[in-house]
């Protein structure tokens, strides 16, 4: 992840030098909350829809603001942080620089790996919305936006902490969040065939991960929709997409999938993949593009497959 880092900063020079020369204000000490807005005030901003009519005001609190997204507390890293960001982004109401910035400053947090577990994948889940301002209105450079699908796919594809939801801390949720960047890459028609296969891959690894977890979170839904969309470009050949699911149906480290009712880890890996392949069928079901439908075939010899 440091090496993606260097690339950006190296393909983004402007971006890079914008972190540096941050005003004090903006970059002290990275706190949360950022200098002169302490939480009561974030409080009344969130009642007030985030409304900062001052727009450098509000660009230098959407930088302070990602220093929160590591924050404990759910109520100001989810409620305040990123529903504020959002918020902006959506609106259109931050110009590139600080969009540039925003990029710079969240990347290597996708591998700050903490023992709280919040940071990366609320990282991930505010790279998706800057992802999204260049679907809407294209800003990035084809090299920035190579970094951007790498960085998503290695998140995606590393990431080992299965934590959701709790009613005490909230959300982590990393696989979603990873899946959500995906997505907002993948709806974007300046992708290529082969960064588009980078997403794939980096989804069939989290489908039905090694580790022993049952997903209850909407992880499978959330891990199809960049796939519905992926099919929608009508870029891959049928036999490419047997290789996929291929690869999501293998049942290793099982023998065969008569193995799955033997073991926590089986029947866990029979759960998630079950889920994903039901979640893709209903929505190609549903669709009326025939690139979408080419995957029935797919899921119904997949859903047979499985005891």
Known sequence: ????????????????????????????AGGCPPLEWPVARLEALKA????????????????????????PNPKLRDGMAFEALSTWMRAGLLDRLTLADLRTRLLPMLADVDAAGFRAPFAALVLSEVARTDRITPWMAPDDREAMVEAAATYLTDTRDYRAFNDTEGFRHGVAHGAD???????????????????LAAIAAQVAPRATVAYAAGEPDRLARPVLFIAQRGLHSKDEWTAWFAQILAPAPMASWDEAFASEAGLAKRHNTRAFLLSLFASATASELASVRELLPHLRSGLELLP
């Open 1 to 28: 992840m440091a090496v993606i880092f260097r690339t950006i900063c190296g393909l983004a020079a402007l971006a890079c030098s914008l972190l540096v020369a941050a005003p004090a204000s903006a970059r002290q």
């Open 48 to 71: 007030g829809k985030f409304v900062v009519d001052d727009a450098p005001s509000r660009h230098a609190l959407a930088a302070g603001l990602t220093a929160c997204l590591g924050d």
């Open 181 to 199: 960047f995906a997505l907002q890459l993948a709806l974007n028609s300046a992708l290529t065939k082969p960064q588009l296969g980078r997403l």
